[in-house]
């Protein structure tokens, strides 16, 4: 029996290497996989040819590890599948003695370049159509191989041929794939996969191509997107290719040792059966009446093992069913105080750290018992008997007789009228982490085979709370996948909303040019506008730099922003108190119109300094949170603006951190609502909301460094707070400089080009009125005939102003035409992405300047003096 249990143990030890070594290969696979991807666009020659060498090399040894086990065991599917292999080698091996580049080769002829495009493609498409073919024949009990074997080797010529007409890659298709031409191979893969998966219960083999199909899957499906020899894709793609097969190869290992072991293991069986068989010969020849009292003994020792086996497959179906270990452990003491029976029983885990046991569940029967020999649950007993020195080292331990042991667990149990006792370690991976103690009032109370049965018992319950211990991690590990996919997500959507922000702003900063341009030359050319005219202009040109900047927010809000991005000092009271001013008509006028009130408190710290920040955005926001707050009390309320000084929690870049703080007590939010309350189009309000209000204040909290904090009680309120950082070395204030002015030329011929007529028609009636002669065109090809024709009227333009995106023809055909015909003539491009193009230094070629929409006069009178020479047309 200790040699089947070896054999069993070593069963399970090279099992469980082999899982090891197949999950290390497959997790090493993902990280260099994802490492080489993220490493950019490289080329790795080298390491491409060693990958093709591997995968041919690897192989050739799969084929012939099945062929020598398909004969071995008679076993035609194994003798298919080898056949597979050495035709998938064969092909490999032409495929790197053609790609591989061998000192001194004269130059490559188009023979051969032609049979370098037309050998990785077969080879990708042979294993799987093969493997195919051989799970059909043995589905259907064919037993034919050498019409196999001719199967196999008219595919490969006719995939051969075939792939010398089909293009190696193609520029990026749907998908981004450039491989077309393999996209049949991953689907071959999968399908094997799935049908050895569905038949895995049924063949040994079938269960390790299920290992391997999938990794296969993965391979071919990074090979579509591959766009040359060596670069990252199809280093990826050849390196899963080879995991793949060495994934296949330590299965097939592992196969072939399980088989071994299975066949000393019966032949171990086997023989002690033949020598009980003897025995008992032996003993029925030489006494009758003792073999039939044999027989009475043995049939009671049978029926009482048959009673512990239904114990102990009650017991084991019972733990698998529970998750958790405190109710794997109670179904364990409760079933063995009411059939084994016992009269002492106990749980205890051990902490090697200060090797203790800690009492964790006492039968409910013996807990009176339990409490007075010290063994209530959640007491620590000390090992201070050899019983549970052994124990804590794997072995278990029976005492027949407690009162003739001399440690002092054995005296207790014996001065409480426990005679025997049963000490059995449980054990996770041969690591001890709980005993079972059981004991019972008369001496000699534990025969063997109750011995053995609570060291089986206990090796099943080690295993029970294994899967319960996998189980706990398992779920932890998903739930912390859950929350790292919504981080990503809401990523993506706030650089999603960003990229639609840029394209909405250019087309907001075009229908706000022509008010801008028309503001500013009424406020420069007509110093007779009466105050109150004056004024309404100055607030539309206040309005619409309001727009633009918030135009630009829009498109940066989910980035951080520049580091030389001018930061002023803020004070934050002031900012709160200005929010309130601002917002006077949403919380007082608009409520009290529904029969509502809503107070709104301060509370504003006397000693809170100023903050480096952009005093703008931050008012901004907390615009958005006062509104959200009135929103959230459609019942009167008290709305409170808070700020105070935090310390710093330790010594470092900071000398503490300012909170400003939005309090309502309105209907609050659930934990759901408060989880996504930041992604972007999120709302609980309705058609009334744009679900873009915290999105926007989260954009501004990230490109200030500063955190938020939201706390949320449903039928209570909800307070917001956003917390900025205080430098340790507060920056100097950064004082406004007024550019210098440079007297534009008198009179200037000018190009201006846009697809916007009116925009262009009042560009063109103020360059006009500046006394400059302007020639207006609306489209990109209609300013490169009126500029050469210009040029060949030897009346050349002193400078082209144009935008930049415009159909058919855009701006930068039109700055590199102009270039072209005139290197020295400037161009000037006036365009709603400006200010993107010069945050993110993206300056087109060909381009003197680049100014942003809503243009501004004075920059573009400032530009042309500095880009045209001072002439003044005759």
Not at 781 to 796: K, V
Request: hydrophobic share 45%; aromatic share 6%.
């Amino acid at each position: 029996m200790a040699t089947v249990l070896a054999t069993n143990q070593r069963v399970e030890s090279e099992k469980s290497t082999v899982v090891h070594a197949v999950a290390i290969l497959l997790v090493a696979y993902v990280i260099v996989g994802i490492w080489l991807l993220a490493a950019g666009p490289r080329d790795y020659p080298v390491f491409h040819v060693i990958l093709d060498t591997g995968v041919g090399l690897i192989a050739a040894v799969l084929a012939a590890l099945l062929w020598v086990m398909g004969r071995h065991v008679g076993v035609p599917f194994l003798i298919w599948l080898a056949t597979a292999f050495g035709a998938t080698a064969l092909l490999q091996t032409i495929h790197v003695l053609i790609v591989a580049e061998w000192p001194g080769d004269p130059v490559a002829t188009p023979a051969l370049e032609a049979l370098r495009a037309a050998t990785w493609g077969p080879g990708a498409y042979l294993l799987p159509v093969a493997v195919a073919g051989s799970l059909w024949m043995f589905a259907t009990r064919k037993a034919n191989t050498l019409a196999f074997a001719s199967a196999v080797l008219a595919a490969a010529i006719v995939l051969f041929a075939l792939f010398q007409w089909l293009p190696a890659r193609t520029e990026q298709t749907h998908f981004g794939v450039t491989r077309p031409a393999l996209l049949l191979a991953p689907l071959l893969w999968l399908g094997i996969a799935i049908y050895c998966w569905r038949g895995r219960a049924g063949d040994r083999m079938l269960r390790a191509l299920a290992w391997t199909a999938p990794v296969l899957v993965v391979a071919n499906l990074v090979m579509l997107y591959s766009q040359r020899e060596g670069d990252p894709q199809s280093i990826v793609a050849h390196l899963g290719t080879l995991v793949g097969y060495f994934v296949l190869l330590l299965l097939l290992l592992k196969l072939a040792s399980v088989e071994m072991t299975e066949r000393v293991r019966a032949e171990g069986q086997l023989a002690q059966l033949i020598d009980e068989q003897e025995r008992r010969v032996r003993e029925r020849t030489a006494d009758l009446e003792a073999e039939v009292a044999v027989r009475r003994e043995a049939e009671e020792n049978a029926q009482s093992q048959l009673q512990r086996l239904n114990l102990l497959h009650q017991i084991t179906r019972a733990t698998s069913d529970r998750k958790d270990l405190l109710s794997i452990y109670d179904v364990v003491v409760r079933s063995l105080e009411e059939q084994l029976p016992v009269d002492l029983c106990c749980l205890c885990l051990y902490d090697a750290g200060s090797n203790a046991l800690t009492v964790s569940k006492v039968g409910p029967r013996c807990t009176a018992l339990a409490r007075q020999l010290g063994l209530a649950e959640r007491a620590r007993l000390a090992v201070d008997s050899d019983a549970l020195t052994h124990s804590i080292r794997g072995t278990p331990v029976s005492e027949p007789d407690t009162g003739l042991v001399t440690s002092p667990l054995s005296q207790r149990l014996a001065q409480a009228g426990l005679r025997s006792l049963v000490v059995s370690p449980l054990k996770i991976e041969e690591r001890v982490f709980a005993v079972l103690i059981v004991a019972r009032r008369q001496p000699q109370g534990f025969s063997s085979g109750k011995v053995k049965f609570l060291r089986q018992l206990s090796e099943h319950v080690g295993l029970a709370a294994h899967q319960a211990q996998l189980y706990e991690a398992l779920k932890q590990a998903y739930d912390d996948l859950q929350q790292t996919q919504h981080a990503v997500m809401q990523q993506e959507r706030l650089r999603a909303l960003g990229q639609m922000a840029s394209g909405i702003g250019h087309d907001i900063n075009n229908a706000l040019s022509p008010i801008a341009l028309h503001t500013e030359s009424l406020l420069e050319s007509e110093p007779n506008l009466s105050p109150r005219v004056r004024d309404s202009l100055q607030t539309i040109q206040r309005a619409m730099e309001g727009i633009a900047a918030t135009v630009t927010r829009m498109r940066e809000f989910y980035r951080p922003r520049a580091a030389d991005s001018a930061h002023l000092p803020v004070q934050l009271n002031t900012v709160a108190l200005q929010v309130i001013d601002l917002t006077h008509a949403r919380w007082d006028g608009m409520p009290r119109e529904r029969g509502h009130v809503i107070t709104v408190r301060t509370d504003l710290a006397a000693d809170v300094p100023t903050i480096p920040g952009v005093e703008s955005e931050i008012r901004e926001a907390l615009v958005n949170l006062v509104l959200n707050a009135v929103d959230a009390m459609p019942n009167s309320g008290t709305l409170t603006l808070r700020t105070k000084l935090l310390p710093a929690p330790h010594q470092g870049a900071n000398a503490g951190y300012v909170e400003v703080s939005v309090a309502d007590t309105g209907i609050g939010m659930n934990d759901e609502v408060r989880r996504r309350c930041m992604e972007p189009f999120f709302t609980t309000k309705g058609e009334r909301g744009s679900g873009l209000g915290l999105a926007s204040v989260y954009g501004v909290v990230r490109r200030h460094g500063a955190e938020i904090d939201i706390r949320s009680v449903q039928g209570r309120g909800t307070t917001i707070s956003l917390i900025f950082p205080v430098p340790a070395t507060p920056a100097a204030p950064v004082a406004p400089t007024t550019p210098r002015t440079q007297a534009a030329p008198e009179r200037l011929r000018l190009l201006l080009v846009d697809d916007d007529p009116l925009f262009l028609k009042s560009l063109g009636d103020l360059l006009e009125a500046d006394g400059h002669m302007v020639t207006e065109t609306s489209g990109g090809q209609q300013a490169i005939d009126a500029f050469r024709a210009a040029q060949q009227r030897r009346e050349p333009y002193s400078a082209v102003v144009t935008d930049l995106g415009m159909p058919y023809v855009d701006g930068r055909r039109v700055a590199a035409a102009v270039k072209e015909a005139s290197p020295t003539t400037p161009v000037v491009l006036l365009t709603g992405w400006g200010q993107r193009l010069m945050s993110d230094d993206d300056f087109p070629p060909n381009i003197d300047r680049v100014l942003t929409k809503p243009p501004k006069l004075r920059e573009l009178r400032q530009t042309l003096a500095e880009v045209c020479k001072p002439e003044v047309l005759r």
